[in-house]
């Protein structure tokens, strides 16, 4: 479970985060919404601890988070999280076997190339990052972070340098790994689409949380608008 309390969040005097409190169960899939600003992907970092809050608690799979120091955060994200970003984050010097072989041997993972062949990069393993299309590029980032077998998935805009094609096929690939895996799943978009798919949605504005609802009847990547 993740769960934090009155969340606090500044970047130079302006508030990010606003006393902001959410639970997301084991193995949920959870998006969250809200408009340019509105404190979403400052909150993926704090839950994730990529960065620390200026106040509140987060408890994450019971490690308080916010009693780490930065070298006990980087041991719970190498071990517990897997990260999608709207950058790439890619080795330019690696090829795309080794750029996701990078997450699969901090989990020991023998079967990576597997997850490649899944998003559609089995014949470009020995392609470059700078030979690679920006969606293609997004596609290897993705197969990084799966490759690691996270207990907790955090993605932000995993989509947006996507085509719907390409698009629903990544997404319908994530969510079934969600579902066999069972894994924690929170996604940042702005597609509000995309939100159809979750089991929860959190509405985010001006840093605060202003609504949350339960989809009763979910769909899939193929059935959602784009």
Same mark, same amino acid.
């Given at each position: ?20 409190? @959410?639970?997301?169960?084991?193995? +949920?899939?959870? %998006?969250? *919404? $809200? #408009?340019?600003? =509105? &404190? ?50 890619? @080795?330019?010097?690696?090829?795309? +076997?080794?750029? %996701?072989? *990078? $997450? #699969?041997?901090? =989990? &020991? ?61 990544? *997404?319908?690939?994530?969510a079934g790994l969600h579902k066999a ?46």
């Open positions: 479970m993740i769960k934090a309390e009155n969340l606090v969040k500044s970047y130079g005097g302006t508030e990010a985060l606003r006393g902001l409190s @959410l639970e997301i169960a084991d193995g +949920e899939f959870a %998006v969250i *919404l $809200g #408009a340019s600003g =509105s &404190g979403k992907s400052t909150l993926l970092s704090v839950l994730s601890g990529l960065e620390k809050a200026d106040g509140g608690t987060i408890e994450c799979n019971g490690v308080r988070l916010d009693t780490l120091g930065d070298r006990e955060l980087t041991l719970f994200r190498k071990k517990e999280v897997g990260f999608i970003f709207q950058q790439y984050y890619l @080795l330019p010097h690696l090829s795309v +076997e080794k750029n %996701v072989r *990078l $997450g #699969a041997d901090l =989990s &020991g993972n023998k079967n990576y190339r597997e997850i490649i062949a899944a998003v559609g990069l089995e014949d470009k393993l020995d392609r470059k990052p700078s030979a690679l299309s920006g969606g293609e590029q997004q596609r290897v980032a993705i197969a990084r972070a799966l490759a690691k077998n996270p207990r907790i998935l955090f993605l932000d805009e995993p989509t947006g340098a996507l085509d719907e094609k390409t698009g629903r096929e990544v *997404l319908d690939y994530i895996r069972g894994f924690t799943m929170i996604m940042v978009t702005h597609n509000l689409n995309i939100a159809d798919m979750a089991e929860t949605v959190v509405k985010m504005n001006s840093g605060k949380i202003v609504g949350i609802y339960k989809n009763t009847e979910r769909k899939s990547a193929y059935e959602i608008g784009w």
